[in-house]
């Protein structure tokens, strides 16, 4: 299994990304740390990374009132890395497509 699970594409993300055109940010493993994650990435995508920030989000707890009652659960728990590339290179997440 990689350190890498998926890219964040979203538009948050992507108008940081467009504020800082070399900033990625991806979903990795619980237990990565830094040095696995620039690893990962400069192995992948043929970059040099520059700086890796890494963030933990707990899960949250939700419940929903149904017609059958209280259905009650957790949002699973994931580890976000933002990856900052050295100046001038970019990853192009739709080039194969």
Sequence with gaps: MGILIKPILTEKQ???TEKYPNRYAFRVVPTANKVDI???VEQLYNVSVVRVNTMNYAGKRK???T???VISGKTPAFK???VT???GEIIDFFSNI
């Design 14 to 16: 992507t108008a940081i």
């Design 38 to 40: 620039k690893n990962a």
């Design 63 to 65: 419940s929903r009132y």
């Design 67 to 69: 017609k059958s009652g």
């Design 80 to 82: 976000k890395a933002i």
């Design 85 to 87: 590339l050295k100046e």
